[in-house]
């Protein structure tokens, strides 16, 4: 066990891989000591305090949230309003958020907190970070947010935990949040003026999920190309449609990058051509297309969900420097809607290629001599044995099912809150519609490695052997240990699910380009 990473949280970029790995205790993080970063802090804060002695007037400090603005909250009432703003939200339904999805919220809201543009204080950030730090897990539900006022009400569980209310998740039991923050010596907040706002009024919930999926979506695609590169050798196709000169006159450079991978894994000597069938069906001729569109919108998608994760998206914004209250709606997760609705597309379609995959090498007629359902049954036991029969009709089911869900979610905007929300993101749906596929993928993906297995075993029992380069080769022998070859029927339920986990831990380090 290696230690955990140190992150320092100081307003300065954090990455993809730093949210993930904050989510999953590889790394921890530390609010900097830095002096500029807490002058900077200190300095919002202080701001909000002068505006409300000087001027009176601030909206959600002096005034109601949202389209109840124009009411006046007397001034003897007003320490009580951000206690409220948390309360009244506690209408969240559905599933709570995993452990990893709740400390990526966490870590989302202290980045955007931390850029020292909501006015909040330092020992708010502290008492986030300490809730990091001893894994003190709010139980947000994950439903119930239109992702344009933030997500409001997942993360209201958020700030009535910091005050010491509601129930956590805390050494594996769920228990009252003031018991939790009292074991570990931490006092209840009492929030100031803006603070609630400013911890409820953004897109941590929605943006955090999209952290996670892109790490998942990147390793599916490229458990897409390796399985792809498996699934031509065991169906005797041809390696020449990966060509490096066919792919030079379509220049994608994430498309181009599939094909070089398949190249590197199916190995250069090769012959070009395989003279008894010139092209091989599209869910293989096609591959670097499909995966391709994922691999080319990676990078635009980790773009969109860095700048988000690293934004000031609160309202007002407290700008001290300037000594100017800002208000907008930063709040507003379009862009996070967008990529996510964008990713669970292009995931969906690789489930759908390696089912399409998998329909081929099962199936007699089209998997060039393989046996029906890939069963490595023979003689006297051959007729009562079904092999990948059913493992096949349930990646069907759960393709169809990732497919169903890719229906975009950030076109059904609705106006709620009495026409003040009039237009919303809907980006928390769409990043949990993303996840959902992903793990609907993961299982196709888990399916089709039992499939490569097996297909590229009976493939080289029969006469042509045909190598692929060093890395996959172990990767087949390490998938050979962990699901026998099947030959005599058996439920293969418990071998998914590990290999699900494996692919979940990122067991197979793929391509290092
Ligand atoms: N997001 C709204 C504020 C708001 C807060 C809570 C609500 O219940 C409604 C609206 C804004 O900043 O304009």
């Given at each position: 066990?290696t230690?955990?990473?140190?992150i320092?949280?100081?307003?300065?970029?954090l990455?993809?891989e730093?949210?993930a790995d904050?989510a999953?205790g590889?790394?921890?993080c530390r609010?900097?000591d830095?002096?500029?970063?807490?002058?900077?802090i200190?300095?919002?804060a202080?701001f909000v305090?002068?505006?409300?002695a000087?001027?009176?007037a601030?909206y959600?400090?002096?005034?109601?949230?949202?389209?109840?603005?124009t009411?006046?909250?007397?001034?003897?009432q007003?320490?009580?309003l951000?206690?409220?703003?948390?309360?009244?939200?506690?209408?969240g339904?559905?599933?709570?958020?995993d452990?990893?999805?709740?400390?990526?919220?966490?870590v989302?809201?202290?980045a955007s907190?931390?850029?020292?543009m909501?006015?909040?204080?330092?020992?708010l950030?502290?008492q986030?970070?300490?809730?990091?730090?001893?894994?003190?897990?709010?139980?947000i539900?994950?439903?119930?947010?239109?992702?344009?006022?933030?997500?409001?009400?997942p993360?209201?569980?958020?700030?009535?935990?910091l005050?010491?209310e509601?129930e956590?998740?805390?050494r594996?039991r769920?228990?009252?949040?003031?018991?939790?923050?009292?074991?570990h010596g931490?006092?209840?907040?009492?929030?100031?003026?803006?603070?609630?706002?400013a911890?409820?009024?953004?897109?941590?919930?929605?943006?955090a999920?999209?952290?996670?999926?892109?790490?998942?979506?990147?390793?599916l695609?490229?458990?897409?190309t390796r399985?792809?590169a498996?699934?031509?050798l065991a169906?005797d196709?041809?390696?020449?449609?990966?060509?490096?000169?066919?792919?030079?006159v379509?220049?994608?450079?994430?498309q181009?990058r599939?094909?070089?991978?398949l190249?590197q894994?199916l190995?250069?000597?090769?012959?070009?051509r395989?003279?008894l069938?010139?092209?091989?069906?599209?869910?293989?001729?096609?591959?670097?297309?499909?995966?391709g569109v994922?691999?080319?919108?990676?990078?635009?998608?980790?773009?969109?969900?860095?700048?988000?994760l690293n934004s000031?998206?609160?309202?007002?914004i407290?700008?001290?420097?300037?000594?100017?209250v800002?208000?907008?709606g930063?709040f507003y997760?379009?862009?996070?809607?967008f990529?996510?609705d964008?990713?669970k597309n292009?995931?969906?379609n690789?489930a759908?290629?390696?089912?399409?995959q998998?329909?081929?090498l099962?199936?007699a007629r089209?998997?060039?001599?393989?046996p029906?359902n890939?069963?490595?049954?023979?003689?006297?036991?051959?007729?009562?044995?079904?092999?990948?029969k059913?493992?096949?009709?349930?990646a069907?089911?759960?393709?169809?099912?990732?497919?169903?869900?890719t229906?975009?979610?950030?076109?059904?905007?609705r106006?709620t809150?009495?026409?003040?929300?009039d237009?919303?993101s809907?980006?928390?749906?769409?990043a949990r519609?993303?996840?959902?596929?992903?793990?609907?993928?993961?299982?196709?993906t888990?399916a089709?490695l039992?499939?490569?297995?097996?297909?590229?075993?009976l493939?080289?029992a029969l006469?042509?052997?045909t190598?692929?380069?060093?890395a996959?080769e172990?990767m087949?022998?390490?998938?050979g240990?962990?699901?026998?070859?099947v030959?005599?029927?058996?439920a293969?339920d418990g071998?998914?699910r590990q290999?699900?986990?494996?692919?979940?831990?990122?067991?197979?380090?793929?391509?290092?380009?």
């Amino acid at each position: 066990m290696t230690d955990p990473r140190p992150i320092d949280i100081d307003g300065s970029p954090l990455r993809i891989e730093d949210v993930a790995d904050l989510a999953r205790g590889d790394a921890r993080c530390r609010l900097s000591d830095d002096a500029g970063f807490q002058g900077r802090i200190n300095r919002g804060a202080e701001f909000v305090d002068r505006l409300i002695a000087e001027d009176g007037a601030v909206y959600g400090v002096s005034t109601g949230y949202g389209d109840s603005c124009t009411v006046v909250i007397p001034p003897a009432q007003v320490a009580e309003l951000p206690h409220r703003l948390y309360t009244y939200h506690g209408v969240g339904l559905g599933r709570f958020l995993d452990p990893e999805e709740t400390r990526a919220v966490l870590v989302a809201r202290l980045a955007s907190l931390s850029q020292g543009m909501s006015g909040v204080s330092l020992g708010l950030l502290r008492q986030l970070q300490a809730l990091l730090e001893h894994d003190i897990l709010p139980l947000i539900p994950a439903e119930g947010s239109v992702g344009a006022s933030g997500d409001l009400t997942p993360l209201s569980y958020v700030a009535a935990v910091l005050c010491g209310e509601r129930e956590v998740s805390h050494r594996g039991r769920i228990r009252p949040a003031a018991e939790a923050l009292a074991e570990h010596g931490l006092a209840p907040l009492k929030l100031r003026p803006k603070e609630g706002l400013a911890i409820m009024n953004g897109t941590a919930v929605m943006t955090a999920l999209a952290c996670l999926a892109w790490r998942r979506a990147d390793y599916l695609g490229r458990l897409a190309t390796r399985i792809t590169a498996f699934n031509v050798l065991a169906s005797d196709g041809n390696a020449h449609h990966f060509d490096q000169a066919l792919f030079a006159v379509k220049p994608h450079p994430g498309q181009q990058r599939v094909a070089a991978r398949l190249r590197q894994d199916l190995a250069s000597d090769r012959p070009p051509r395989n003279e008894l069938r010139i092209q091989d069906r599209y869910s293989l001729r096609c591959a670097p297309h499909v995966i391709g569109v994922l691999e080319d919108a990676l990078p635009w998608l980790r773009a969109n969900i860095e700048n988000e994760l690293n934004s000031a998206n609160d309202n007002p914004i407290i700008d001290a420097a300037q000594e100017m209250v800002l208000h907008g709606g930063h709040f507003y997760g379009g862009h996070i809607a967008f990529a996510m609705d964008c990713m669970k597309n292009a995931v969906a379609n690789l489930a759908d290629l390696l089912d399409r995959q998998m329909a081929l090498l099962v199936d007699a007629r089209y998997n060039h001599g393989l046996p029906a359902n890939l069963s490595a049954a023979s003689g006297d036991r051959a007729a009562l044995n079904h092999g990948l029969k059913a493992l096949q009709i349930s990646a069907s089911a759960w393709t169809a099912e990732a497919l169903k869900l890719t229906m975009p979610a950030s076109v059904f905007s609705r106006s709620t809150e009495c026409h003040n929300q009039d237009k919303v993101s809907m980006g928390t749906i769409a990043a949990r519609d993303c996840l959902r596929i992903i793990e609907l993928t993961e299982q196709v993906t888990a399916a089709l490695l039992v499939t490569a297995r097996q297909g590229v075993a009976l493939r080289r029992a029969l006469e042509r052997d045909t190598g692929l380069s060093a890395a996959p080769e172990e990767m087949l022998v390490d998938l050979g240990r962990r699901v026998p070859l099947v030959v005599e029927d058996r439920a293969l339920d418990g071998e998914l699910r590990q290999l699900i986990q494996a692919i979940r831990d990122r067991a197979w380090s793929l391509y290092e380009d």
